[in-house]
């Protein structure tokens, strides 16, 4: 073993510049540096973002409509967001409505099924679907709505639909309600694309990414305007909204496709750089706030930044020896995934931005951070104060739900009331059960690490929270 492959491996971090080809240089741990971005039009944005779909495949339309027809009787979509058009005005606010060029009308999800979420009742553009069920094997759903689709052209736009999800499904699976597998997905999209011309391949083009799928949990979106790149090792450099475009390649089959929607994305990306979080809407004692303002400025701000108008933040990647939160993912980013680094760097993708990790993890703003529980990158644990206090972190738990199946928020731990259990999903009596468990033993599952509040007291700590809450 060569010295440079050992130092690969360690996780302090500082491994320099690895591998032989410049172009997938490796970054080290600390501050990344800032990218200029292409200016859009936010408003334009914020349209896409609410009416357009983020495939350009979908089911048909008319065999949605009778789907939802024999599921439940057709009432109000549910909470929406003002500015939607069309057919978009009676979807849920997670799909939407577009006309393929054979001119059937399809449905899709948009970005928003994973970047949007209610809570306390309130739709909240850019919250991370927490409670995004995706334990279950979406072939066996998408199967059954063949049986509606009717005509050539519908069964030839269906039949698209349904082979790349199905293709795709055993990537998306995850053990736990909650987490997501985007990251894993996109790169079995790569897989299956070429990386020059885009093309769509019925055979995988590279070997496909290692399994199990890794979890991840959803970062809000209204952080973006303070990052310098994308992703929980950093790195999603350069150009953003190249890397935002990257996540809608299932369908997307040629470079003109990308190219035509690229500029959606940059106005995506600049109506992001416009959200404010959310603020804390029980009360709060200032008082209590203030002293926990001191602490966060001794604490926490020299990695997670300053707040307010003239806001600081450092953009730091955190060596894995220093956070020493669950390793799995910022392992697997930076040693077993240069295959798709150099698709990457070949693609159109590849033309304005980078994929260039580093062998730890980001250091998120705490803007908003009241409303985004679980945390660390996997989800790992259901509140702030369990996440300042390491040995009040449940090794198993459920979130706690409302007799009609709706999470409970918990104003004062800042995060998702939760039932500890004694045992993880072995012991689950139905698969359902299973699946709204969370097993921190498992590969990429961990709860440990971000022991930063272990010197604080009791009393510093609910100091500490009372000041997040004012985030």
């Not at 300042?388 to 459920?398: M, Q, T």
């Amino acid at each position: 073993m060569t010295a440079l492959a050992w130092l690969a491996g360690c996780d302090s971090g500082r491994q320099g510049q690895g591998g032989g080809d410049q172009f997938l240089a490796k970054a080290e741990v600390g501050r990344i540096p800032a990218y200029p971005q292409r200016p859009g039009d936010a408003q334009k944005g914020y349209d896409v973002l609410v009416n357009r779909a983020a495939l350009t495949c979908g089911l048909p339309y008319n065999a949605y409509a009778k789907a939802v027809a024999r599921s439940k009787p057709r009432g109000a979509p549910g909470p929406q967001f003002p500015g939607r058009s069309g057919r978009n005005r009676e979807l849920p606010y997670m799909l939407s409505a577009h006309q393929a060029p054979s001119g059937v009308e399809l449905v899709s999800t948009n970005c928003l099924a994973c970047h949007a979420a209610t809570l306390d009742g309130r739709l909240i553009m850019g919250l991370g679907n927490a409670f995004l069920d995706m334990t279950q094997d979406p072939a066996v759903e998408i199967a059954a709505t063949g049986a509606l689709v009717t005509g050539q052209a519908e069964r030839a736009q269906w039949r698209r639909w349904s082979e790349r999800i199905t293709r795709l499904s055993g990537d998306l699976l995850t053990d736990t309600v909650g987490v997501n597998t985007a990251a894993h997905s996109t790169l079995a999209l790569m897989a299956q694309h070429d990386p020059k011309t885009l093309a769509w391949s019925d055979k995988p083009l590279l070997a496909p990414p290692p399994q199990p799928a890794l979890p991840v949990a959803i970062p809000p979106w209204w952080n973006l305007r303070k990052k310098h790149a994308l992703f929980y090792s950093g790195e999603g450099r350069g150009d953003l909204a190249r890397h935002l475009l990257l996540a809608n390649t299932t369908c997307t089959d040629s470079v003109a496709e990308a190219s035509a929607m690229d500029l959606w994305f940059v106005d995506i990306r600049a109506y992001l750089a416009t959200l404010a979080p959310p603020k804390y809407p029980y009360a709060i004692d200032q008082a209590l706030a203030e002293r926990g303002y001191s602490l966060y400025r001794s604490q926490c701000q020299g990695c997670h930044g300053t707040n307010g108008e003239d806001w600081r933040y450092p953009n730091l990647v955190v060596p894995l020896g220093e956070v020493g939160t669950d390793p799995a993912l910022a392992r697997a980013t930076y040693n077993d995934l240069d295959r798709f680094r150099a698709w990457f760097r070949q693609s159109y993708y590849g033309e304005r931005s980078q994929l260039t990790p580093a062998l730890g993890y980001v250091a998120p703003p705490l803007d908003g951070v009241w409303a985004t529980a679980p945390y660390l990158h996997n989800d790992a644990v259901p509140t702030l104060a369990a996440l300042l206090d390491p040995s009040a972190r449940p090794a198993y738990w459920r979130a706690r739900r409302t007799a009609d199946g709706a999470p409970i928020y918990d104003p004062e731990s800042l995060g998702w009331a939760y039932d500890t259990l004694s045992q993880g999903k072995s012991a689950a009596m139905s698969w359902d059960e299973c699946d709204q468990v969370y097993d921190s033993t498992g590969k990429g599952y961990g709860n440990g690490g971000h022991r930063f509040g272990d010197t604080l007291s009791a009393a510093d700590r609910r100091a500490l929270i009372e000041y997040l809450k004012t985030l």
